[in-house]
């Protein structure tokens, strides 16, 4: 057996040895996912929403009388104009309206495009969110249908959200789960790992072997990234076929990102290992450096926009920030990798950042 | 030529002095001790040997190379056991060995019979978790785990510190088993009684040498009378010796007291005198042979 | 020294099982008031169990055990306030001054604090650390942690002390003057139950026993002993006895 090898098969020995190490890498994050799920509606029933339809033709007809039709969307009243809207939220008579402009089927015919919005009451974000999609797949799906396109969707849909312009998309949970147990997972995970053979004094052996610290450092962080990434997708997979979570954009795309994010933790989780000889340390460092800012000021929870000024700067540090506007691009947005360009090479050059500066503070000798 | 060289050696850790001007040289396949309590700078030297540290100052050459510079190459020919038994606790003895054979880049087989003699005790239990097992089964694991890549020089920080004094024995001979492979070693201790068993031996305390040479040696150089008093009542003899003149020290041995008295001043009779005119009777008092132990309380107080 | 034949610790038949594995195996034993008694054993034989059980950690699986005139299966409290107790590991905040800890101790033992401050005075003068006491526990060094904690140990003035391995890697000066804090509890009534890997230690101690696997294969003075096994020190009596265990084992 080749010595690296070796080392590595050591690591996952320690893996899956370790029944804490083991809960954590793999129960929590499928637990965390599915409380989150949970806690947050997923459903809508009996949605009741209203239609201002400028157009009245055959096409808005149609789409009006699917919505109607659809067994979670109750559809309580026609508006005739725009000056009903405002009345019909503060009584609370609905959740959403949704417009349909002048000429409605016209446009689509012939400039190949034409206009849809849906106001949401986002008071309630989760539901907001939920019905804004489940409404944008009715009216998408009666054009596919009828104009038999795939290519380009040519309606636009403009969907406001009231009440909570900025509002948290309850979709979130999942890319913020994902970016809080990925960052914990990997960063704390990996430091006290090495941190362990520190205070266990198996690291004064490791570095007199012939080891090459990389390969030390390589052999403690690999098992992690594999076992991170394994967690990343089955967090989607769960997402996905349980809370119905949309995946717009390439899975290929998604997993990369989630890489890209994967190797900043561990990078980071290297540095701490670099500042401590404590297990404890290190945990603390990790849970109060990494995880309550992934939380707090990465707009999982809490909007940044709310947010006094000092906080938002702060935010700029915060990578599950980049990561999840990254995610929230591929995932419910379809967009392509290119899209999130400053965001990658923002957390690319995190981790190149971090990479050399363990690299600056790691010993080939003690103390 | 030497294994090991260390001149006029110092290290600080900020503003204590670990070690302070040391000098000292290990002979090819030689066992020597560094003997010492807590606080010595035992492990402080070891670590310096072993390239995990380096000097502040000083002279240091270990099987012929620089530990600052070649520590790469050095690290090849160190087998090193650290204080606490450096092994992973969730991994199988086998495991263990196996993954300390690999990281050295060998095999288990390739230098059994370096370690059959040690490795033969626990292999029956080879599937038992190393965090299950008793001290005296670590201990063998680990120096197993040190010796599987047929070290030149071995380095054993402290092996049989808190083990009782069976095993301590049976673990002292293991060693010159392996020193007969031609190995040198080079191991620290706080039991001073373990030092007859070395070579060569230093007395180290708090980051001097306070003496080196065989134990014969540092026996012979002991610059004093010694005179040991047999007696029931150790307390009360030694209190009783405390008031003697022109005092040295005084020491309890067991079940005998040891009594430091300047060279060729005083007749065994006298302090048989002493002690009996203090109302202590049936003492039996005679000249003796210094101990090691008696040689590090002569040399580390004669240093403050 | 006197002795009274008062038993301070008295033990029956003392059984410990964890599971299949018995850790002490029909122990019996007194320890006499004011004597040093050496707790010997290999390691693993169940010394640490016992002293948990004297001290009133653990209830025994079944036997007697009375210490300091208590029943350890109905006075464990009583009994934790007759005692003290010192291992080589944990006795002493490290982060906290000398002062501090002495307090600190005095203070869970219920003293006034009159008299703590006391005592506190009367020891500094007796060990002679007037320099030390403002300073963290963690800058001493080793020789003088473990006599400070002998003292913090002894400082609430129990009946018997318990000291688990006091001079693990203690030079042999300190050894030595650790031994005569012993003594000078002793002359204060303070019985000693000891252990240690440091077999010239033994001879110090009045009475001792020998575990091995679990039993107590020896027990008396070192002179006794020494008779018995025909060896000429402590550590030739612990030698054959352990190693002739091992031999009947194999």
């Known amino acids: 057996m080749n010595r690296f090898t070796g080392f590595l098969k050591k690591e996952f020995l320690h893996i899956f040895r370790d029944l804490r190490t083991m809960m954590i890498l793999f129960l929590i994050p499928v637990l965390l996912v599915l409380i989150f799920g949970f806690v947050i509606k997923n459903e809508i029933k009996d949605a009741k929403i209203a239609i201002l339809d400028l157009s009245r033709d055959n096409a808005s007809k149609s789409i009006s009388s699917r919505l109607s039709a659809s067994e979670d969307i109750i559809v309580t009243e026609y508006l005739s104009s725009y000056s009903q809207i405002e009345e019909q939220f503060q009584k609370n008579l609905v959740k959403a309206i949704v417009i349909f402009e002048n000429n409605f089927a016209e446009n689509l015919v012939r400039e190949n495009k034409a206009n849809v919005q849906i106001i949401l009451d986002a008071s309630d974000p989760n539901t907001a969110s939920l019905l804004n999609s489940y409404v944008s797949v009715i009216i998408n799906n009666f054009i596919s249908e009828k104009f038999s396109l795939n290519k380009t969707i040519p309606l636009e849909i403009e969907p406001r959200m009231w009440f909570n312009e900025e509002q948290s998309s309850s979709y979130m949970y999942v890319p913020g789960t994902m970016a809080l147990i990925l960052m914990v997972i990997t960063a704390l995970m990996s430091s006290v790992s090495i941190v362990r053979e520190k205070e266990m004094g198996t690291m004064e052996i490791l570095l007199i072997s012939p080891l090459k610290p990389y390969q030390i450092v390589l052999g403690k962080l690999a098992p992690y990234a594999v076992l991170s990434v394994i967690n990343a997708v089955s967090i989607i997979l769960v997402g996905y076929f349980i809370f119905n979570i949309p995946i717009l954009g390439s899975w290929f795309t998604l997993i990369l990102v989630n890489f890209i994010f994967i190797t900043m933790a561990l990078s980071l989780g290297l540095l701490i290992s670099t500042l401590t000889n404590r297990q404890e340390t290190a945990m603390f460092i990790s849970v109060f450096v990494l995880l309550l800012p992934t939380m707090l000021l990465s707009g999982f929870i809490f909007p940044l926009e709310n947010m006094p000024n000092f906080l938002q700067y702060l935010s700029y540090i915060v990578p599950a920030k980049y990561y999840l506007n990254a995610i929230k691009s591929i995932m419910l947005k379809g967009q392509g990798i290119l899209y999130s360009w400053k965001e990658i090479s923002v957390l690319i050059g995190m981790t190149i950042l971090l990479i050399g500066l363990s690299i600056k503070k790691f010993k080939i000798r003690l103390e | 030529m030497y294994e090991i060289e260390i001149h006029n050696l110092c290290k600080n850790f900020g503003k204590t002095p670990a070690l302070d001007n040391l000098n000292l040289v290990v002979k090819k396949n030689e066992f020597y001790g560094l003997i010492g309590p807590d606080g010595a700078g035992k492990t402080t030297l070891m670590r310096i040997i072993t390239s995990l540290l380096l000097p502040d100052s000083g002279y240091l050459k270990v099987a012929g190379l620089d530990p600052g510079k070649d520590y790469r190459e050095l690290r090849l020919k160190l087998g090193y056991m650290p204080g606490k038994f450096a092994l992973y606790q969730d991994l199988s003895i086998e495991e263990n060995l196996t993954f300390f054979a690999t990281v050295f880049g060998t095999t288990v087989k390739e230098n059994y019979n370096l370690i059959k003699s040690i490795y033969s005790q626990i292999e029956p239990f080879k599937n038992r978790r190393a965090g299950k097992l008793s001290g005296g089964m670590k201990q063998k694991l680990a120096l197993s785990c040190a010796l599987v890549h047929k070290p030149e020089i071995l380095i054993l920080d402290e092996p049989t510190t808190g083990v009782d004094a069976v095993s301590r024995r049976e673990f002292w001979e293991m060693l010159n088993e392996i020193k007969s492979h031609g190995i040198t070693i080079v191991v620290s201790t706080p039991y001073l009684e373990e030092a007859a068993l070395c070579d060569n031996i230093a007395l180290m305390n708090k980051g001097k040498i306070i003496s080196s040479g065989s134990p014969e040696e540092i026996s012979s150089t002991f610059p004093e009378d010694l005179f040991i008093v047999e007696t029931k009542y150790i307390p009360q003899t030694l209190k009783v010796l405390r008031q003697f003149p022109n005092l040295i020290n005084v020491n309890s041995f067991g079940h005998s007291l040891h009594l430091v008295l300047k060279k060729n001043t005083v007749q065994t009779k006298e302090i048989v005198d002493f002690i009996e005119n203090k109302g202590i009777s049936n003492i039996k008092v005679k000249k003796g042979k210094p101990e090691i132990e008696d040689s590090f309380i002569y040399f580390s107080s004669s240093n403050l | ?250």
């Open chain 3, 1 to 250: 020294m006197t002795e009274t034949e008062e038993n301070i610790i008295e033990v029956k038949n003392l059984v410990k099982k964890f599971g299949n594995f018995t850790a002490n195996d029909n122990l019996c034993f007194e320890v006499k008031k004011s004597e040093i008694f050496g707790f010997l054993g290999a390691n693993g034989a169940g010394k640490t169990t016992a002293i948990k059980i004297l001290s009133g950690l653990l209830f025994p699986t079944s036997g007697k055990v009375m210490v300091a005139g208590y029943d350890v299966y109905k006075h464990r409290n009583i009994i934790k306030k007759n005692i003290g107790y010192m291992s080589q590991g944990f006795s002493l905040y490290e982060d906290l001054t000398v002062k501090e800890n002495i307090e600190f101790y005095a203070g869970i033992y219920g003293l006034r604090s009159k008299e703590i401050k006391f005592r506190f005075a009367e020891l500094v003068e007796k060990l002679g650390i007037q320099d030390m006491q403002k300073e963290f526990v963690k800058s001493l060094p080793l020789g003088w942690k473990q006599k400070i904690a002998f003292s913090v140990a002894i400082f609430h003035k129990p009946k018997l002390v318990f000291l688990d391995e006091p001079t693990s890697g203690v030079d042999p000066i300190t050894r030595r003057q650790f031994w005569d804090l012993i003594y000078e509890a002793v002359e204060n009534d303070i019985t000693v139950f000891i252990t240690t890997h440091y077999l010239d230690e033994a001879e110090y101690c009045d009475r001792i026993s020998i575990m091995v696997d679990g039993r107590i294969d020896a027990l008396g003075t070192p002179a006794e002993l020494k008779q018995e096994f025909n060896a000429k020190n402590m550590d030739e009596v612990f030698v054959k006895l352990v190693r002739n265990n091992n031999l009947q084992n194999e």
